[in-house]
């Protein structure tokens, strides 16, 4: 069964989503990372799957990027992470990768591993709706949702890609790159309506998220926050050792979305 | 989807954020690609500005020196900022003015696109922003003090391999901030739909020249055409009219580095996969897991590790022919030809001559072998000193 709608059942309030890159700074680190955002309330894990050239992403994940590929993460090394967690735990998992990963892995490859460990949704940054067909039915088949992406520009395709959305929908916070911001000020209400218009699917909202506030006023008008540069600067800054911080962070934030 | 697609390749894989501004780019190309007024206004941009049509020189010190078909090359030099960049260039930065921008971007490698985008802008009164891998800015540092004598800023790019497809990964993040007053002027036949397509346009006319210039000149076309590949658009520009002639020979080539077979290479056909990178399906130098390669070429124009959809195309249905050409070779052919001919070539078109020298020779003198000569080489003096040992004062 899939689980990524268990992190929107609103039981335990607006749904957290943390974000790390896989293999930062190692493997076996990732793992303990992993469990320990859901110790501290996390409900939903986004896996970055190291890529070389990560264009959607600022200097802090894109640092994250190289550092995991330096220690020799690779796709394979990833899916046994998922494999290994899911020994563990059932938190929902999403894999985050750029599209050529995937490609070159094989299609219907990749979408046999992630059901095989346990994946339950992928986000694909360079993958607009338009291109997704090639996907669609192996990530059918497998049981994998594909999370669409959503941007303050999308405007007049706010309806497409909603209706055909599955999992939940990223709404993308503010124009650029990923990365802390200090404001956000897109007009994200009138594009939740739209979307709420178009779909039941929940809607969680990513890019520039750092602080309790933020995540507050952002978690209020949506189903859930995505933090992933926060979490991957303490990552950078602890190295190895940076669980106890992480636990502390993960804290902070979901204690403001329930 | 089938739109900018050629064959399997092409397509428009870009993250949301942008895919609004390359549908109204698609729109406003559409609208103006047959407006008349637009039309005249480039042409004479192109002509009184460029210096367009560009020179069919007949290299007749070469082909006796080579003792096989006529050498032609087309004299892309000898355009307005020293290569065929400035032909996509006034294209763009005219659209991007009527599509109401105030800001142009851009990539380069070498800086000829870099120094073609400044010199568009100042012209036509847009501001503009350059994104250059820092090791290029290091080799090629005489295009970054023209870049800001044109009135442009120029980013060193320290992300990755500090080369041209960072600087590429650079300016698509700095368009993703800015799309509302930027426009992201793409210097080859690359990136989502509809770049490929409208760059081959404004490349175009090379070939459209050059196939009436050799018509006129010998009332026969040529056995074959010769082009330098990097992400293809002076090759694709030179090719494009000679497509539907079959009995042409196409062919471009790429940098081999040290060659094809060690990991100091950029060509992506020789060694490359299918792959989706830069919004586009095509092939691309990577790993087994999709990583994208580290690639080397002494000419930093060529240093990319993919290659625009449409020669990738041509590829698969065998309408052109892509060969690898070794930095040595390279060089070789930028000496003969500056010593032969008093013309001393960009590295990058070094390339093409490096393909004639060998070519020429096994053709019979009644066969006609015409090179895209796709920019000048002084940018490249001390490149060529620095991989002679020869110690220059830049």
Request: aromatic share 8%; glycine share 10%; proline share 4%.
């Amino acid at each position: 069964m899939n689980r990524v709608s268990n992190a929107f059942l609103n039981k335990n309030g607006k749904a957290f989503i943390g974000f790390l890159t896989a293999g930062d700074p190692d493997i076996k680190s990732s793992e303990r990372f992993i469990l320990e955002m859901e110790k501290a309330g996390a409900d939903l894990i986004e896996i970055g799957v190291p890529f070389s050239d990560p264009i959607a992403e600022g200097k802090v994940i894109e640092a994250a990027n190289a550092r995991a590929l330096s220690c020799g993460t690779t796709t394979d090394t990833v899916f046994e992470l998922v494999r290994n967690l899911r020994a563990i735990t059932q938190i929902p998992l999403v894999l985050l990768t750029y599209l050529n990963p995937v490609f070159k892995y094989g299609y219907e490859s990749f979408f046999e591993c992630c059901n095989s460990v346990g994946v339950d949704g992928i986000i694909i940054p360079d993958l607009p709706h338009e291109e997704k067909g090639e996907l669609t039915e192996h990530a059918r088949k497998n049981d994998v949702r594909i999370i669409s992406l959503i941007a303050p520009t999308s405007k007049e395709r706010i309806k497409r890609i909603a209706e055909s959305s599955s999992g939940f929908i990223y709404l993308v916070s503010s124009m650029g790159v990923t990365g802390v911001r200090d404001n956000i000020d897109t007009d994200l209400e009138s594009i939740i309506k739209d979307i709420r218009a178009a779909t039941d699917t929940p809607v969680a909202i990513g890019f520039g998220i750092s602080t309790p506030e933020q995540a507050k006023a952002l978690g209020g008008i949506s189903d859930g926050v995505i933090v992933g540069s926060a979490i991957v600067k303490i990552i950078e800054r602890h190295g190895v050792n940076a669980a106890p911080y992480l636990y502390d962070y993960v804290k902070s934030i979901k204690c403001e979305l329930i | 989807m089938d739109k900018g697609r050629y064959g399997i390749h092409g397509g428009q894989y870009i993250p949301e954020t942008l895919m609004n501004a390359v549908i109204s780019l698609e729109d406003n190309y559409e609208r103006y690609r047959n407006d008349k007024a637009f039309n005249d206004e480039l042409t004479e941009l192109l002509n009184n500005y460029a210096g367009r049509p560009s020179r069919l020189y007949y290299a007749r010190k070469m082909t006796e020196d080579l003792g096989g078909a006529k050498i032609y090359l087309k004299r892309e030099d000898l355009n307005h900022t020293g290569s065929h960049k400035i032909n996509n260039v006034l294209g763009q930065v005219l659209l991007a003015k009527k599509m109401g921008k105030s800001r142009v971007i851009a990539e380069t490698g070498a800086g000829q696109h870099g120094v073609a985008t400044a010199t568009a802008a100042a012209l036509l009164g847009l501001q503009c922003e350059i994104f250059m891998g820092k090791e290029d800015t290091e080799r090629q540092a005489l295009n970054v003090f023209r870049m800001k004598l044109l009135g442009a800023k120029v980013n060193a790019v320290t992300s990755g391999t500090m080369t041209l497809k960072d600087a590429v990964n650079e300016t698509m993040r700095e368009w993703s901030k800015n799309v509302s007053d930027t426009h992201y002027v793409l210097g080859s036949v690359m990136g989502p739909h509809p770049f490929p397509m409208m760059v081959r346009d404004f490349q175009s006319v090379i070939s459209r020249e050059a196939r009436e210039q050799i018509l006129q000149a010998e009332g026969k076309l040529p056995g074959a055409v010769v082009a330098c590949v990097g992400g293809g658009s002076n090759s694709i520009g030179m090719f494009y009219h000679f497509i539907p002639d079959v009995e042409v020979k196409l062919i471009g080539c790429e940098a081999a580095g040290l060659g094809a077979e060690t990991d100091k290479t950029a060509a992506t056909i020789a060694t490359g996969h299918v792959g989706v990178f830069h919004g586009m399906k095509s092939y691309f130098c990577q790993d087994e897991y999709g990583q994208i390669a580290p690639v080397h070429s002494i000419s930093a124009g060529l240093d990319y590790p993919g290659i625009g959809p449409e020669h990738a195309h041509l590829h698969d249905t065998g309408r052109a022919t892509y060969v690898p050409v070794t930095d040595s070779a390279a060089v070789m052919a930028f000496e003969y030809l500056s010593q032969t001919e008093g013309i001393i070539p960009a590295l990058e078109s070094a390339h093409a001559v490096a393909y004639v020298m060998e070519a020429a020779p096994r053709m019979s003198r009644e066969e006609i072998i015409l090179a895209c000569l796709s920019g000048r080489g002084d940018k490249d003096a001390a490149v060529v000193a620095r991989y002679k040992g020869v110690g220059i004062n830049e």
